[in-house]
């Protein structure tokens, strides 16, 4: 059920400052907001497929890093996030709210989604060239034999592929640009995701 996905994490934001240079934490007690029903069904269509990258204009690179003072919750993991808005053609933007990925298996079949997703209070967006942030997201099954859509995931490896939209500020795009993150490996044991 979607509601199971929703695991509320209470802990501190490591990451109060810009990628790069020091932090301070910040208390704050967040949870991964779910995806709507619709927006979830899009992103399960990918399920079964070998195609966990966004379709069309993949100009933006992203990375996700998993923190050590930050540990997973069940099925909630929190990231650290940086997208190089860098750009030749004018000035772009980011809303990690928007965030989606999946989990592939060994094979790079889609096998699990991220289901909900939460940015800092009042943050989440930006504009600058290097903008970085944290954010939560909940993680879920693709349908299966007995596994119904946002369960927990099996026992096993994954590779987490996320992926988002890349807005323009100054111009228009002839067709929706994204940012795209390395696979970040994890692995589920008991239904829950495995410390770093």
Do not use: K
């Amino acid at each position: 059920m979607v509601a199971a996905a929703v695991v509320v994490l209470s802990g501190c934001w490591p990451w109060s400052a810009p990628v790069g240079e020091p932090a301070t934490p910040e208390p704050v007690a967040t949870s991964a907001t779910p995806f709507e029903d619709d927006r979830l069904e899009l992103v399960a269509e990918r399920c079964g497929s070998t195609d966990a990258e966004p379709m069309g204009d993949v100009s933006f690179t992203g990375t996700a890093t998993r923190p050590q003072v930050l540990q997973p919750n069940g099925m909630t993991v929190p990231l650290g996030m940086h997208i190089d808005l860098e750009s030749e053609h004018g000035e772009h933007s980011v809303d990690l709210g928007w965030t989606s990925g999946y989990l592939t298996d060994g094979s790079g079949t889609v096998v699990g989604l991220v289901t909900g997703v939460a940015t800092p209070p009042g943050g989440g967006s930006g504009s600058a060239p290097g903008y970085g942030a944290p954010i939560v997201v909940s993680l879920g099954a693709c349908p299966a034999d007995g596994v119904d859509l946002a369960d927990p995931l099996p026992d096993g490896d994954y590779a987490l592929v996320l992926s988002g939209p890349v807005s323009p500020e100054d111009h228009d795009h002839a067709q929706q640009e994204y940012w795209v993150a390395p696979p970040v490996p994890l692995t589920v044991s008991g239904g829950e995701v495995e410390p770093v």
